[in-house]
T-cell receptor, first 117, second 114 residues
Framework: AQKVTQAQTEISVVEKEDVTLDCVYE???????LFWYKQPPSGELVFLIR??????QNEISGRYSWNFQKSTSSFNFTIKASQVVDSAVYFC??????????????FGTGTRLTIIP | KAGVTQTPRYLIKTRGQQVTLSCSPI?????VSWYQQTPGQGLQFLFE???????NKGNFPGRFSGRQFSNSRSEMNVSTLELGDSALYLC?????????????FGPGTRLLVL
């Protein structure tokens, strides 16, 4: 069974600080995908990043970076130089092909990030 | 390209009524998934449709149903509403529903059951 754990329920940082959101996952599959989504107060889930299980290269995209480590089953997400507009709930999600036609996203419980001006 | 759209955005219903929510996927996307989000249970998968067929279903009672039309638009229906059905209902679309693809979400429909 899939499981995604986001141990940080709420985080508050002062604007311009860097912040890292933690995500730990469980899966028996060797082929899977990991995602980060952002949910602002409006409610829409906004896609941020995707990483497949075969690619552990960590990257930076603008102010976002991520650290994927299969050895520890972690997929952490960092926002550099945080801004007030980054305030939102962030969800980590896992997608694996359980079988044909049985593919779905499993979400963590989310981390509420508040950026203090 | 237009994103995923959902209508209505807000709904207020009373217990026992039924409700129908609509979702229009991104053009070219044929897979539509529905999720329920509540403070207590978080984001939970309801079902997924592809080519007018339900391929996958979450652990929800039969009061929750859906369908997909030939243009990939999807509707979900909840019959005999209960107070616990109050939630944000999110629709997501992807090209074929493969686990390799990114699901793109709509703004959601906020349902309040009184």
């Amino acid at each position: 069974a899939q499981k995604v754990t986001q141990a940080q329920t709420e985080i508050s940082v002062v604007e311009k600080e860097d912040v890292t959101l933690d995500c730990v996952y469980e899966t028996r599959d060797t082929t899977y995908y990991l995602f980060w989504y952002k949910q602002p107060p409006s409610g829409e889930l906004v896609f941020l990043i995707r990483r497949n299980s075969f690619d552990e290269q960590n990257e930076i995209s603008g102010r976002y970076s991520w650290n994927f480590q299969k050895s520890t089953s972690s997929f952490n997400f960092t926002i550099k130089a945080s801004q007030v507009v980054d305030s939102a709930v962030y969800f980590c999600a896992l997608s694996e092909a359980l079988s044909f036609g049985n593919e779905k996203l499993t979400f963590g419980t989310g981390t509420r990030l508040t950026i203090i001006p | 390209k237009a994103g995923v759209t959902q209508t209505p955005r807000y709904l207020i219903k009373t217990r026992g009524q039924q409700v129908t929510l609509s979702c229009s996927p991104i053009s070219g996307h044929r897979s539509v998934s529905w999720y329920q989000q509540t403070p207590g249970q978080g984001l939970q998968f309801l079902f997924e449709y592809f080519s007018e067929t339900q391929r996958n279903k979450g652990n929800f009672p039969g009061r929750f149903s859906g369908r997909q039309f030939s243009n990939s638009r999807s509707e979900m229906n909840v019959s005999t509403l209960e107070l616990g059905d109050s939630a944000l209902y999110l629709c997501a679309s992807s090209i074929s529903g493969s686990h390799r693809e990114t699901q793109y979400f709509g703004p959601g429909t906020r349902l309040l059951v009184l």
